[in-house]
Each structure stands twice: as structure tokens, then as C-alpha cells.
């Protein structure tokens, strides 16, 4: 419903453009001439926003469907149990979508970027192709003006805007930290029975639900904080602890195995690899772009000293002034995005964690072989406590690499 509502922005907007275009051009009404580069103007926010949601939203689907023979090659089998069939576990609750979240985010990031450059070819048109007293001329120089606005006013309103984007993401990968917390029984969960453990569950979630970043932050922590200020950490009280195997421990590890670590190792393989392909496209885009922009001021530069001085600059004169004008704003866009993205420290991350996540999946297979007794029992404990550790990590490194206490805009 979002995309059809998207798309119909988009063609409303564009049917505005065209037939305030047409009225102008018929009419030469100096209200609507001048008027019209405004309509643009606007017609192009409308544009950057929408059209890169629906941009996005269609390479999502492009995705999945070039990842569907990764994502078949990694469903459980059929007697492998999911994590809400066991007693105490239930589903994260559903809520607003750290995707929603990241779209707005660098939707707006990506309109930030591309504004400066738009000023300019704004500006470079009135200069160079129409006559500065026209009324056209006129209603770029207000278009302009209408694009460092918008530009200045968002910078200036959106202060901390990635925060419901980390918060949404935070939440959500601690809702489902908490599933796999009650599977293992380690955490607050640790030697507790399926009532005790019930209560604790509810308090949790309940705590969990209404956080903020700060409580977040310490909702985190892999350790229980004592009245007098003095922490434990889970993966010391499993050890002080005798080992329990229980009749379902062999199915609990198996169900870990699959939707845990495997899971979750097939998401950062995936994600590593769109990071990897955005980072190749910008970076090629940002290359061509410098060298571009290189050819066009050394053609500018020889036409300003072979042209005779008093003459009329020619139509390709006048197309190059502009280019010459235009490429270095969309070379500074390109890193601009690049910076918004940050899809090469995204990418090293998802790797680090993807290569931690095998060496736990390997260890848990050897776990598997075996016979399942006490010392199997506190051995998968363990080992759950150190999948939750590099899981948590990750979601630090993430969250120090997007986190943006305002939007970067130059000009």
C-alpha cells in the first residue's frame, strides 16, 4: 500500500509539473513563468524522496529473489524445532520496522546530498542561458533559494535523525536476544524453573518495551547488576554452576544452531554482500564523475582562451559552462552518500561477525556429535553466552558506524 500511495506522488507530481509547464508556456502569464522553476523545484523534493523509497523497495525484491537459493540452502529441516515451540519462549511483539526507520533516514540523508548540486545548476542556468531581468530568470533565482531553505531548515530540524532508526533496530534485536536468552537458559534465565522463568520473561520484555537509548544501553550489558553496584557476567555463573542436561537439551542446541547462529550468519553474508555492490557503484559513479568533471573544466578552460573576447558564447559553449559548474557539486553528492551509507565499514563488520558466527557454528557441531550430558549441557551454555556477546558487538560497531547527531549538508 506504501509503494501505490509512493507512486501516485510521484505521478501526481509529475502531472502538476507538466500542466503548470504547458499553462506557462501557452499563456506566458508572468505569475505562472515565474512560478514554474519553483514548481520544479518542488516537484524534484517530491522526487528525491518518493523515488528513492520506490528505487529502494524494488532492489529489496530484486534482492530476495537473487537470494532465494542462499536462503533455501539454509532451511532447518523438518525435525528441527522453532524457538516458540519450546515453554516460555514467545515471538518478538510486533511493532514500528527498523527498515521504515533506515528508509526515512537516508532518504532524507540522500535529498541533504543532492540539494547543493541542484542550487547550482539552478543557478548556473539563470547565469548562463537566460537573461537576468526574465521572468524565468527570476523564478530560478527563487527556485534556488527555495532548495538552500529546504536544505538549511531539515539540517537544522532533524537533530539526532538516526536516533528511531538505532533505537528501532536496538529494540528489536534485544526482543529476539531475549527468545534465544530463554532456549539456552543462560542470563537471568540460568537455573531457573519454566515458572520463575515465565516471570522474569514478562518483567523483561515488559522493561524492554518502553526503554530508551539510555536504558537500552544497560539492557544490553551481558551481566546482572547487583544492589551494591557489583556485576556478574553470565558466562562466568554458567561455569559456577553444576550442569543439567535436560530431555530436550540435544533439540534446544539443534534449534540454536539453525535459528540462531546459522540464521543470523545468513543475514550478515547477505548484507555484507549488498554493502560490497553499493560501495563498487559509488565508488565507480565517483570516479567517473572527478574524471568527467576534469575533461569538462580543461574543455571550458580551452574554449575561454580560443574564444574571441565581445561574441556571443555558442549553445555548446554555454552547455559546457554548466557542466563545468555542475560536475564538481555532483562529485562532492557521490561522497556525500558515500559518508550517509557507509557501506564499506558496514560491510568489514558483517564480516568480522559472519567469520565469528562460523567458528560457533563448528563449535556447536561438535557439541552435537556427542552423547548430551552435564558437561555437553554447560558447554552449549557457554557457548550460547559467547553468540550473544558477538551478536551484541555487532550491534554496538553498527550503531557507532550509522549513528549521526545531525545531517552533513555543504555547499
Sequence with gaps: MRTARRIQVVVGGSAVLAAWTAAALLTRVPVLVVALPVV???WLLVLLDSGYLLVREWAHRRRRRASRPQRTAWAPAPAVRRPIDYPNVVPRPAGDSAVDHQGRFRATGIRLAVLPALAVVFLTVQTVFLDHNSHLGLGFVLAECLLLVSMVWTVWT???PSRPWVTSRVRAELFRREMFLVLAGVGP???????????????????????????LDGFARLADRDTD???????DEVWRRPGEAGTDTADRMSTYLDHRIRRQGLFFELAAEKCGRTESVLGRVAKGAVLAAVAIALSYAALLVSGPEGDEPTVAASVIALLAAGLPPVCNTVLAVQNLLAAQRLAASYRETRQELLGHENTLRK?????????????????AVRVESTLTEE????R?????PEFDAGL
Design 40 to 42: 520544479g523545484a518542488l
Design 158 to 160: 532533524e537533530q539526532e
Design 189 to 215: 534465565y540460568l537455573g531457573r524453573t519454566d515458572e520463575e522463568a515465565g516471570r522474569i520473561r514478562d518483567a523483561r520484555l515488559s522493561l524492554l518495551a518502553g526503554a530508551g537509548p539510555a536504558e
Design 229 to 235: 553496584g557489583s556485576e556478574s557476567h553470565w558466562q
Design 367 to 383: 557439541l552435537l556429535v556427542g552423547p548430551v550430558g552435564p558437561e555437553v549441557a554447560v558447554s552449549f551454555r557457554a557457548l
Design 395 to 398: 550491534v554496538r560497531r553498527w
Design 400 to 404: 557507532i558506524i550509522v549513528a549521526k
